[in-house]
């Protein structure tokens, strides 16, 4: 049977300059995630989305664990109002923590260093390293064009079919919070035997 999330990885970002509906987004989520009696594990900056989020989420009565390298705390825009802060060294020790701390990811619209998050998240579930649900919370449509990116990449045998079983598409935080409601955290895989790369595929 999964086992019940009771930690949330967002990824989003922290510019300042995107439209209110995505920012109304990240509010909505840290709400919910808070209302749901979950931890938000996130990306420990208070400007931006990030920022929003976390208000929200603590707002709600959700434990925050902001993850943010040193080079971001020496800019001054780390989130010191978290109930945990830990500061990196660098990018990629915030992102195995990001996803170590969390039972379950939601990527919130975002720019290059969402992707990379995000696809760095699909590529560990696709490859067996984790089996924790993964969703895109697709505002206003913005990750159309990256899902047919992929479609393509399917078409054209880059990608194989499997990788559409990996993640979830949702267009609302309402749907989010369900799918991971209703998939928790599934049991690992038993092993097969098998250790070529073919098995993971």
């Known amino acids: 049977m999964p086992q019940p999330i009771q930690a949330v990885t967002v990824y989003c970002s922290s510019s300042k300059e995107v439209a209110a509906n995505y920012f109304q987004a990240a509010s909505d989520l840290g709400t919910a995630i808070g209302r749901c009696g979950w931890k938000l594990v996130y990306g420990g900056n208070h400007i931006g989305m990030m920022g929003t989020l976390a208000d929200a989420a603590r707002k709600a009565g959700a434990k925050v664990v902001g993850i943010t390298p040193q080079l971001l705390v ?24 990001m996803e170590q701390r969390g039972d379950a990811f939601i990527a919130l619209p975002g720019g290059i260093g969402t992707f990379e998050e995000i696809f760095e998240i699909m590529a560990g579930r696709f490859l067996g390293y984790h089996v924790k649900p993964i969703v895109l919370l697709n505002v206003a449509g913005y990750y159309d ?5 992929l479609k393509h990449g399917l078409e054209q045998g880059f990608i194989r079919e499997k990788l ?7 267009d609302t935080v309402d749907s989010a919070i369900s799918y991971l409601k209703s998939h928790g ?14 098995a993971l595929e």
């Not at 020496?74 to 923590?97: M, N, W, Y």
């Not at 559409?164 to 949702?170: D, E, N, P, S």
């Not at 955290?185 to 073919?198: D, Q, R, V």
């Open 185 to 198: 955290i599934a049991p690992p895989p038993k092993p097969s035997g098998e250790t070529s790369l073919s």
């Open 164 to 170: 559409q079983r990996v993640y979830h598409v949702a």
């Open 74 to 97: 020496d800019k001054g825009i780390a989130d010191t109002s978290c109930d945990e802060l830990i500061v990196t060294p660098d990018l990629r020790q915030r992102k195995a923590l």
């Open 145 to 149: 064009p990256l899902l047919a990116m």
